[in-house]
């Protein structure tokens, strides 16, 4: 398995862990994760439901113990150093729920007094573009803004480091933007982040490297852009034929230019490093099987491309 | 709450947190300050002193029952009626009537000796018969009724449902909003702050002191007016037994709440924890009607403590040196629960 993007000493780690491994009675949820992220990066955990995602960053928030590896984050220990740790961290849980009779900047007030330094309540409400719902209770926001008030929880300390649980998962796609440009906003100012999804998309846009994890494990390492030409080819061609007939991979893989061919329910998909060459050829052999087209796509390939490259599953089939 | 920017210390803003939870739940507000009250009504009315309370007679159909019906009737104290034998039973277990007398020579009582109003109602119907029958009387005792404020049933009911209420409304509302936070997660939010996990805890049982002064002066203004119950100890003593009890039960919500992962299992344990002192504690009834080897048990549990105390105070006027045995029960009580909570809480 190739591990793309070796770790830069050059650099302070804000979390280096190495052989973490978690088990839940028979199931392991991680089996000997190494891991290292560096202070002033976006780093991602990208996987299917039950990779051990959330598992691994609950032990690097403190929330869990693992039954074996070694953790240090920001060169603390948990277990000797917490009352630090919990100062300098911003933490979002997955589907956080808080106080639903609350209003938003009484929630914000609560968090804000258990931290000893950090920025106001009014500043926090700013950061996260929910002045207008102050007043409001907790109980009647909508899920982008549920969301975005966790985050300003993680926010009330000015941390060092923000761990963020599959931020986005179920908000409309203008939440899930507005959320994405206030982690960038928090970038800029020098914080890094850990974040956890099984949005491909997500990965790409705000990570600057990403972990794929599958069973417990990572797969592959690496910037989006190195784990994409990775795959040595940075296209995707889809297709399908009318009334599924059946088409023969081993000789589609055969066109010039296709690295790999593979059917998954009636779409065929196609890892190409030119299209413009592969389409022509993939036309013509269709013809000389007198086979109809009945959809034809292309697109970059993306961290999907690389999960399904590596575990011959879908990212969203879990 | 206004615009403050600058937070209160931790523990401060959890209990204010908790209080602005607890008022903006109606229902909540509902069962600690209009429940007692409703509750106390309604037993106040069901023992209210009823003056000279005449014991019931049922005569069974059978030869002679005019006879003793006629000399029932003309007794004083005594109402008498006719009963059909095959309802007989029915009257007694129902209450109806509290003795039966079949008529014969000499008649037959019959009665469940278990109630203490059908062994009094056999006595006057033996009296009356016998003096019927030509007994008579060697003398007229004198009596002397009492009807003195202090001494009723309705107050020594009181300070007992004042006990009762401090245990139920603690335990509840602690151990509910407790294992609500921690099903919807709450707690392993908050655990993963810098929060002081003392904080939080004490912060339930601040928060609870705040509304007991509301909850204990209804029920108390209540009783004073509704049926003069009066408060004879200082004020302050008063106060002083209120806030340990509150504090014992506090702690011990936080206990039977400290595990518990869901809501059905907290009502479980607390079910469990209050049911044995609801019969033990001497809230309807005094707990001396227990064998004595019970008795130690009896006095060690907290509501036992807190309502003797209460009695204590209300009734007898005891002073704060008075009721020190009480007091120190309800603080042990507090310090252990809230201790073991703290460690074996479950955040997760």
Sequence with gaps: MPLVGAPDTGRAAAVVCRGLQKRYGDVVAVAGLDLEVRAGECFGLLGPNGAGKTTTIEILEGLLKQDAGDVEVLGLRWGTDDRALHQRLGIQLQDTQLQEKLSVEEVVRLFRSFYRRGPSVGDVLRMVELESKRRSWVGKLSGGQKQRLAVACALVNEPDLLFLDEPTTGLDPQSRRQLWSLLDRFRADGGTIVLTTHYMDEAQTLCDRVAIMDQGRIIALGTPRELISSLGAEHAVEFAVDRGAEVSTSLLAQLPGVTDARVDAGTVRLRVTEPHVVIPALLLELERQRLQLSQLATHQATLEDVFVAHTGRHLRDG | ?348
């Design chain 2, 1 to 348: 709450m206004g615009r403050r920017e600058r937070p209160y210390h931790p523990l401060i803003e959890l209990t204010i947190a908790r209080l602005l939870e607890f008022v903006r739940e109606p229902e909540a507000v509902f069962w600690v300050i209009v429940f007692p009250l409703v509750l106390a009504l309604a037993l106040g009315i069901a023992f209210r002193t009823k003056g000279d309370e005449p014991v019931y007679v049922g005569v069974i159909e059978a030869a002679g029952r005019a006879e003793v019906s006629a000399v029932l009737t003309k007794a004083p104290g005594i109402q008498a009626r006719v009963v059909a034998r095959d309802r007989a039973d029915l009257a007694l277990r129902d209450g109806e009537v509290q003795v039966i007398v079949l008529p014969g020579t000499p008649p037959t009582y019959r009665f469940d000796p278990a109630r203490p109003e059908s062994k009094l109602a056999r006595l006057a119907v033996d009296a009356a018969l016998q003096r019927a029958a030509g007994r008579a009387d060697r003398f007229t005792a004198g009596e002397e009724t009492i009807e003195t404020v202090g001494a009723r049933y309705i107050d020594w009911l009181i300070p007992g449902l004042l006990g009762m209420n401090i245990m139920g409304t603690g335990m509840w509302s602690i151990g509910f909003s407790v294992v609500f936070a921690r099903t919807r997660r709450v707690l392993k939010r908050l655990a993963a702050t810098p929060m002081s996990r003392r904080d939080y805890l004490l912060a339930q049982m601040l928060a609870r002191l705040v509304f007991l002064g509301l909850e204990v002066g209804a029920l108390l203004g209540f009783a004073a007016l509704a049926f003069s119950v009066p408060i004879r100890g200082s004020l302050w003593t008063l106060t002083g037994v209120v806030l340990l009890g509150a504090l014992a039960f506090g702690g011990l919500g936080l206990l039977v709440a400290s595990r518990a992962r869901t809501i059905e299992a907290a009502s479980g344990w607390m079910n469990f924890s209050m049911l044995p002192m609801w019969v033990v504690s001497g809230v309807f009834f005094s707990s001396a009607h227990f064998p004595a080897p019970m008795q130690p048990f009896i006095h060690a549990l907290p509501l036992t403590a807190l309502n003797d105390a209460l009695r204590a105070v209300m009734l007898d006027g005891a002073t704060a040196r008075e009721v020190w045995a009480e007091a120190a029960i309800l603080g042990a009580w507090a310090v252990a629960s809230f201790s073991i909570s703290l460690r074996i809480f479950r955040w997760k």
